[in-house]
């Protein structure tokens, strides 16, 4: 089992509706989780930190984060074709950041 | 500097030939992340400095990958003898601390493109 894992997708939604990213993790002492987005050919860029459970708003992203059942995800509210990329799950493993394959959402004017 | 730096951006080798890649941290991070990246798929993890300290190199998937940071800033690494396996990009990244709790944020660097013909 991968430490990080990810639906890779493609997801696709319509400009205007709700994206939901999913990331499951396997290391019980797991403190910190990160979402990235990546533009094809580019890097990584961060757009979300969460460290204890809940939710975190952050404008159009929350971020949710279930330690019991090991699990973040990504909500993306009104999305925008600016939006479509691969969205990264990262999970920081007593220092180390190991990264999920990433799903690849689209979203249709 | 303001932001991670590696360089080359773009390497072609050919196969056999060694390779350096250099990344250049963010000015007074203290940990530094090497990934290999193939077309399609996630950052996967090569190996970890703390400082001039290589914490962790279980990533690296073979002998032939080697990476140093020996004054506890710039990185190097350095990859023996190419195979066509070993084209992907290849990222840096750094953060400020690596205590692995809340603000450890990494950055990446653009990265490396090698293509090993």
């Known amino acids: 089992q991968k430490e990080v894992e990810q639906n890779s997708g493609p997801l696709s939604v319509p400009e205007g509706a709700i994206a939901s990213l999913n990331c499951t993790y396997s290391?019980?002492?797991?403190?910190?989780f990160f979402w990235y987005r990546q533009y094809s050919g580019k890097s990584p860029e961060l757009i979300m930190s969460i460290y204890s459970n809940g939710d975190k708003e952050d404008g159009r992203f929350t971020a949710q984060l279930n330690k019991a059942s090991q699990y973040v995800s990504l909500l993306i509210r009104d999305s925008q074709p600016s939006d479509s990329a691969t969205y990264l799950c990262a999970v920081n493993i007593e220092g180390d950041m190991r990264f999920g394959a990433g799903t690849r959402l689209t979203v249709k004017p | 500097g303001a932001g991670v730096s590696q360089s080359p951006r773009y390497k072609v080798a050919k196969r056999g030939q060694d390779v350096a890649l250099r990344c250049d941290p963010i000015s007074g991070h203290v940990s530094l992340f090497w990934y290999q990246q193939a077309l399609g798929q996630g950052p996967e993890f090569l190996t970890y400095?703390?400082?001039?300290?290589?914490?962790?190199k279980s990533g690296l998937p073979s002998d032939r990958f080697f990476a140093e940071r020996p004054e506890g800033s710039v990185s190097t690494l350095k990859i023996q003898r190419t195979q066509q396996e070993d084209s992907a990009v290849y990222l840096c990244?750094?953060?400020?601390?690596?205590?692995?709790?809340?603000?450890?944020?990494?950055?990446f660097g653009e990265g490396s493109w090698l293509t090993v013909v």
């Open positions: 990244a750094s953060s400020l601390d690596g205590t692995g709790f809340a603000g450890n944020t990494i950055y």
């Open positions: 400095f703390q400082n001039e300290a290589q914490l962790d």
């Open positions: 290391d019980r002492v797991s403190q910190s």
